[in-house]
Nanobody
Framework: QVQLLESGGGSVETGGSLRLSCEAS????????VGWFRQAPGKEREGVAV?????????YIADSVKGRFTISHNNAEKTTYLQMSPLKPEDTAMYYC?????????????????????????WGQGTQVTVSS
Protein backbone atom coordinates (compact mmCIF):
# COMPACT_ATOMS: atom_id res chain seq x y z
CA GLN A 1 0.00 0.00 0.00
CA VAL A 2 1.19 3.51 -0.74
CA GLN A 3 0.34 6.61 1.25
CA LEU A 4 -0.44 9.82 -0.62
CA LEU A 5 -0.24 13.44 0.49
CA GLU A 6 -1.58 16.26 -1.67
CA SER A 7 -0.52 19.89 -1.46
CA GLY A 8 -0.50 23.03 -3.56
CA GLY A 9 -4.15 24.02 -3.49
CA GLY A 10 -5.27 27.58 -2.90
CA SER A 11 -7.39 30.48 -4.07
CA VAL A 12 -6.69 32.15 -7.40
CA GLU A 13 -8.47 34.39 -9.87
CA THR A 14 -9.77 33.26 -13.24
CA GLY A 15 -6.88 32.75 -15.61
CA GLY A 16 -4.46 31.97 -12.82
CA SER A 17 -2.29 28.90 -12.32
CA LEU A 18 -1.70 26.31 -9.65
CA ARG A 19 0.47 23.22 -9.42
CA LEU A 20 -0.80 20.44 -7.22
CA SER A 21 1.59 17.88 -5.76
CA CYS A 22 0.91 14.30 -4.71
CA GLU A 23 3.80 12.85 -2.69
CA ALA A 24 3.94 9.10 -2.19
CA SER A 25 5.42 7.17 0.71
CA UNK A 26 5.40 3.54 1.73
CA UNK A 27 5.54 0.91 -1.01
CA UNK A 28 7.01 3.20 -3.66
CA UNK A 29 9.35 0.66 -5.27
CA UNK A 30 6.51 -0.44 -7.53
CA UNK A 31 5.12 1.54 -10.44
CA UNK A 32 1.58 2.85 -10.18
CA UNK A 33 -1.22 4.41 -12.12
CA VAL A 34 -1.66 7.74 -10.32
CA GLY A 35 -4.84 9.65 -10.95
CA TRP A 36 -6.13 13.08 -10.04
CA PHE A 37 -9.82 13.43 -9.22
CA ARG A 38 -11.92 16.42 -8.17
CA GLN A 39 -15.24 16.88 -6.45
CA ALA A 40 -17.20 20.09 -6.15
CA PRO A 41 -19.97 20.50 -3.52
CA GLY A 42 -23.15 18.80 -4.67
CA LYS A 43 -21.49 17.24 -7.70
CA GLU A 44 -20.18 13.80 -8.53
CA ARG A 45 -16.49 13.03 -8.38
CA GLU A 46 -14.76 13.65 -11.70
CA GLY A 47 -11.59 12.03 -12.96
CA VAL A 48 -9.15 14.57 -14.35
CA ALA A 49 -5.87 12.88 -15.34
CA VAL A 50 -3.87 9.65 -15.01
CA UNK A 51 -0.19 8.88 -15.39
CA UNK A 52 1.84 5.69 -15.13
CA UNK A 53 4.86 6.28 -12.89
CA UNK A 54 6.86 3.65 -14.76
CA UNK A 55 6.75 5.83 -17.86
CA UNK A 56 6.57 4.86 -21.51
CA UNK A 57 2.83 5.29 -21.87
CA UNK A 58 0.62 8.20 -22.90
CA UNK A 59 -1.21 10.01 -20.14
CA TYR A 60 -4.97 10.27 -19.88
CA ILE A 61 -6.43 13.77 -19.67
CA ALA A 62 -10.17 14.38 -19.35
CA ASP A 63 -11.78 16.40 -22.14
CA SER A 64 -12.99 18.98 -19.62
CA VAL A 65 -9.41 20.01 -18.83
CA LYS A 66 -7.53 19.02 -21.98
CA GLY A 67 -5.24 21.78 -23.15
CA ARG A 68 -5.24 23.41 -19.71
CA PHE A 69 -4.07 20.71 -17.28
CA THR A 70 -0.89 18.65 -17.48
CA ILE A 71 0.06 15.63 -15.36
CA SER A 72 3.66 14.67 -14.71
CA HIS A 73 5.70 12.51 -12.35
CA ASN A 74 9.16 12.81 -10.81
CA ASN A 75 10.49 9.44 -9.68
CA ALA A 76 13.32 10.89 -7.61
CA GLU A 77 10.84 13.02 -5.66
CA LYS A 78 8.17 10.26 -5.64
CA THR A 79 5.74 13.02 -6.53
CA THR A 80 3.04 13.37 -9.16
CA TYR A 81 2.11 16.87 -10.27
CA LEU A 82 -1.00 18.42 -11.79
CA GLN A 83 -0.23 21.72 -13.51
CA MET A 84 -3.38 23.75 -14.03
CA SER A 85 -3.57 26.83 -16.24
CA PRO A 86 -5.58 28.83 -17.13
CA LEU A 87 -8.00 28.13 -14.31
CA LYS A 88 -11.73 28.74 -14.56
CA PRO A 89 -14.37 29.11 -11.82
CA GLU A 90 -15.75 25.68 -12.76
CA ASP A 91 -12.40 24.17 -11.71
CA THR A 92 -13.27 24.98 -8.09
CA ALA A 93 -13.29 21.70 -6.17
CA MET A 94 -11.47 19.49 -3.72
CA TYR A 95 -8.73 17.69 -5.61
CA TYR A 96 -7.60 14.21 -4.66
CA CYS A 97 -4.84 11.96 -5.93
CA UNK A 98 -5.18 8.21 -5.96
CA UNK A 99 -2.92 5.30 -6.86
CA UNK A 100 -3.13 1.66 -7.86
CA UNK A 101 -0.23 -0.68 -8.76
CA UNK A 102 0.49 -1.30 -12.43
CA UNK A 103 -0.53 0.46 -15.62
CA UNK A 104 -3.85 -1.27 -16.11
CA UNK A 105 -5.88 1.63 -14.76
CA UNK A 106 -4.21 4.08 -17.10
CA UNK A 107 -4.91 1.69 -19.99
CA UNK A 108 -8.51 1.31 -18.84
CA UNK A 109 -9.00 5.09 -18.72
CA UNK A 110 -7.55 5.52 -22.21
CA UNK A 111 -9.80 2.74 -23.50
CA UNK A 112 -13.00 3.94 -21.82
CA UNK A 113 -12.38 7.67 -22.17
CA UNK A 114 -13.07 8.15 -18.48
CA UNK A 115 -11.61 7.32 -15.09
CA UNK A 116 -12.98 4.75 -12.66
CA UNK A 117 -12.37 5.96 -9.14
CA UNK A 118 -13.62 2.77 -7.54
CA UNK A 119 -10.61 0.86 -8.88
CA UNK A 120 -8.04 2.92 -6.97
CA UNK A 121 -6.91 1.47 -3.65
CA UNK A 122 -4.95 4.37 -2.15
CA TRP A 123 -6.24 7.92 -1.75
CA GLY A 124 -4.92 11.16 -0.33
CA GLN A 125 -6.82 13.53 1.92
CA GLY A 126 -7.38 16.18 -0.74
CA THR A 127 -6.41 19.80 -1.36
CA GLN A 128 -8.89 22.61 -2.04
CA VAL A 129 -8.76 24.70 -5.22
CA THR A 130 -10.92 27.82 -5.41
CA VAL A 131 -11.09 29.95 -8.56
CA SER A 132 -12.84 33.31 -8.32
CA SER A 133 -14.36 35.15 -11.27
Amino acid sequence: QVQLLESGGGSVETGGSLRLSCEASGSTSRSYSVGWFRQAPGKEREGVAVIYTGGGRPNYIADSVKGRFTISHNNAEKTTYLQMSPLKPEDTAMYYCAAEPGHWLLSKSLSLGRMTGGDYGSWGQGTQVTVSS
